[in-house]
């Protein structure tokens, strides 16, 4: 049950990433030289990857008095965000919120000095139950989940309990890392990119109330809510412990470590296997439940380590798992072994596991 919405703030609450930009594309001009756009876009909501400071530098070959470009450059900025107002469709799902008693949260990739005084501007800072900033998280931007954690932990509600509104591929990945169902609602700047970690998009907040988002994300989001690899991102979260985006060979200490621990749960599976099997044999009577309940644990245990070493691999394992589910599906119908596993029929293709990592690799996870 959805009990909280995770809002980002930058491009989603206000439209601070076209003045951004258009202020760094008048600095880069008054220079001589162009910001790519592409270049900009990609790097939305994060701060790790891209100093535009650097990069203009770098295109100069010299360096700047940094603090006099800075100065100059958030005028400029100062006077294109007064020109902005609060994004479509956010007010009403704020008072939508509040009419189900649903808790509401900002989680940014900016610092409070920036997002605080804005909500306020805005007129609805006191509509949040909790405002997350970067620098309450040791300055952990998107896509690391740090944020999005703090949101959690603020609010006082599991991951699967929240919905999370971002525009950015950077700020989906946060999410989904947190374990939490993620809504794309693309602004003008970001809506040619591509959403890898997408779970549900929106053309704006305004193409749908609340409570029929809500009841397309019950249907909608079942799958991936309830799924075993969602799991396993939220309890490396948990324990600090983050994930690759992207597919990612680990070192041999690593991959020795993951084989270790399925082999220690296949062992410990096994030896159920065997007990329960010999029992039967015996003639013994069982009780289903007290039979199976160590039965179906270690199974689980082997689950979970399995998806655990799929998904440290930055591999998704929802998406892997579907194309498997796909192949086997062609075999209904197929013939049969003695012991009733199905076979492979005629012109049966395997699984493509290796284009779903393709793309994973070319788009993220």
Not at 25 to 42: C, K, M
Not at 202 to 230: E, F, H, I
Request: some cysteine.
């Amino acid at each position: 049950m959805i009990r909280a919405l995770i809002f980002d703030f930058d491009g989603l609450i206000l439209d601070s990433e076209m003045p951004d930009f258009l202020s760094w594309q008048e600095t880069y001009r008054s220079f001589g030289v162009e910001l790519p756009l592409d270049l900009w876009v990609a790097n939305i909501g994060s701060v790790t990857f891209f100093n535009p400071y650097t990069h203009l530098e770098t295109l100069l070959g010299r360096e700047l008095d940094r603090e006099k470009v800075k100065a100059a450059r958030r005028r400029r900025d100062d006077e294109l965000m007064a020109q902005q107002g609060i994004m479509p469709g956010v007010a009403k799902y704020l008072a939508e919120a509040r009419e189900l008693g649903l808790k509401t949260a900002v989680a940014s990739s900016s610092r409070h000095a920036w997002v605080d005084p804005l909500l306020e501007r805005l007129g609805i800072a006191d509509q949040f139950d909790a405002v997350c900033c970067r620098d309450d998280v040791g300055e952990r931007a998107k896509p690391d989940p740090a944020v999005y954690q703090a949101a959690l932990a603020a609010l006082n509600v599991q991951a699967d309990e929240a919905l999370a509104f971002e525009d950015s591929p950077n700020g989906a990945a946060a999410a989904r890392a947190a374990g939490i169902f993620c809504v794309i609602v693309p602004n003008e700047m970001t809506s040619q990119l591509t959403f890898p970690q997408v779970d549900y998009r929106l053309a704006s907040l305004d193409a749908m109330p609340l409570k029929q988002l809500l009841g397309q994300v019950a249907v909608n989001g079942a799958p991936y809510l309830n799924s075993n690899a969602r799991r396993i991102r939220e309890f490396h979260a948990a324990v600090g412990s983050p994930l690759p985006h992207a597919p990612q060979l680990r070192e041999a200490d690593h991959l020795a470590m993951r084989h270790r621990l399925i082999q220690e749960e296949y062992e410990e599976a096994t030896a159920v296997f065997h007990t329960l099997i010999d029992a039967l044999q015996n003639g013994q009577q069982l009780d289903p439940v007290e039979a199976l309940t160590p039965l179906v644990h270690e199974l689980a245990d082997l689950l979970y380590v399995v998806y655990g070493a799929i998904e440290a691999c930055g591999v998704d394992a929802d998406a892997v798992f579907q194309e498997v589910h796909r192949a086997n599906l062609q075999k209904a119908g197929g013939p049969r072994r003695s012991d009733g596993k199905l076979l492979k029929p005629p012109g049966w293709q395997p699984a493509d596991v290796r284009s779903v990592l393709q793309r994973q690799q070319e788009n993220g996870r």
